[in-house]
């Protein structure tokens, strides 16, 4: 079997350098395939990799794609915002409906984002190709939320990326604990969450607890009458 993020035979050879390189991100291995075959022959498209979510980071240094190609129900925020930081472009491709998920992954970092059965297949290369040159393609539903998430006054506001283990930091940040009190709640060791509260202050642009608790309360605020359903 091959190891994750291999390079099959066919982009083994060394790209035009006109095509976009891409690497495909699936927790699934058949959707994967599908994906390669897809793009396989398309003009201006070289996939160069594939591998599950957890591993794209990895990928994304070892092939240096210019776009990922990121299947996944729903998008993942933080994994979006991880990859459009490593200096790659992320179009997400998702069988969500959800608008403020939809709303979240653009806000992550998403270049592009296309749902299941309101894009064309056989149009997907010319996306990663425009994704390539800077441009972004979306879905009609994620236009719809977007537009409806402006006109509600921007609420309930993005998620800033923070992963699950970090919020939960952040709420018992929140609730006035110390970094040894969160520690032994969580059984990790106090190290650690210095560790995870640098990077909140990082992804929240805060300087301090304070702060970042100002921050989350702020993002996460909800105006009156918001409604993205």
């Not at 190609?69 to 925020?77: C, H, K, N, T, V």
């Not at 539903?141 to 309930?156: I, Y």
């Amino acid at each position: 079997m091959k190891s994750d993020f291999s390079m099959s035979s066919e982009t083994a050879v060394e790209s035009e350098s006109k095509a976009v390189r891409v690497v495909v991100v699936s927790d699934n291995p058949v959707s994967r395939i599908g994906f390669r075959a897809l793009l396989g022959t398309a003009p201006g498209v070289d996939v160069v990799g594939g591998g599950p979510v957890e591993r794209s980071v990895a990928g994304v240094r070892a092939h240096r794609p210019d776009v990922v190609l990121l299947d996944a129900s729903p998008p993942p925020p933080d994994g979006i915002a991880r990859l459009a930081r490593s200096g790659v472009r992320v179009v997400a491709v998702t069988a969500e409906q959800e608008p403020l998920m939809l709303v979240q992954a653009v806000a992550a970092g998403a270049h592009g984002c296309l749902v299941y059965g309101h894009f064309e297949p056989r149009g997907l290369a010319d996306v990663l190709v425009a994704a390539g040159r800077g441009e972004s393609s979306l879905s009609r539903p994620v236009v719809t939320a977007l537009v409806r998430w402006v006109h509600d006054g921007g609420g309930p506001r993005p998620d800033p990326g923070l992963t699950a283990r970090e919020a939960e930091i952040l709420e018992l940040i929140a609730a006035g604990l110390t970094n040894r009190e969160i520690a032994r709640r969580l059984v990790i060791t106090e190290k650690t969450v210095k560790n995870h509260a640098h990077q909140i202050y990082k992804r929240l642009g805060a300087d301090g607890r304070e702060h970042a608790v100002a921050r989350w309360l702020e993002l996460n605020s909800v105006p009156n009458g918001t409604n993205l359903r």
